[in-house]
């Protein structure tokens, strides 16, 4: 484990947030591979529980793409196919990266995908969080009746 004594007095206030620990170490981790950046990315909250993340992959179509989900891993894929007629060009230019991607993305607990829209060289990944009822706060009644003991004389 990466030294964490800068985040001490935060991870003293969490109980079984172990992934959100895991989260400050691949932080902190040196490796230069968490930090590509291709394809660009944005990610924004559209309301109190929708998100959406737009992916710039301008030149892929949507069968060069793929997006799965597992346990808490969104994981979007891109490797273009190479035809006869596009390996035969005469490039004097080639400035739109066509090369092959992968974008790992760590969701929250009961984030659910809605649905993927390639339009315009952005893949848009709507999503939204749904907490299952018994997983939503309660509030807990405190029952007022006496235990007995306070309302009863002692007998002698």
Avoid: C
């Amino acid at each position: 484990m990466t030294n964490l004594s800068v985040f001490t007095p935060l991870m003293r206030q969490t109980v079984g947030f172990d992934r959100f620990n895991d989260l400050f170490e691949t932080m902190l981790d040196n490796s230069e591979e968490r930090f590509d950046s291709y394809p660009p990315y944005n990610i924004e909250k559209l309301g109190e529980h929708a998100y959406r993340i737009t992916l710039a992959v301008a030149g892929f179509a949507e069968s060069d793409i793929d997006i799965t989900v597992q346990d808490d891993t969104l994981k979007v894929s891109g490797r273009k196919q190479e035809t006869d007629e596009k390996a035969q060009k005469n490039w004097l230019h080639r400035g739109i990266a066509n090369r092959a991607f992968e974008r790992t993305f760590r969701l929250a607990d009961y984030i659910q995908i809605e649905d993927a829209k390639l339009e315009n060289g952005l893949l848009s990944i709507s999503m939204k969080r749904e907490v299952p009822e018994e997983k939503k706060p309660r509030m807990i009644p405190i029952n007022a009746k006496s235990t007995g003991l306070l309302g009863q004389s002692k007998k002698k």
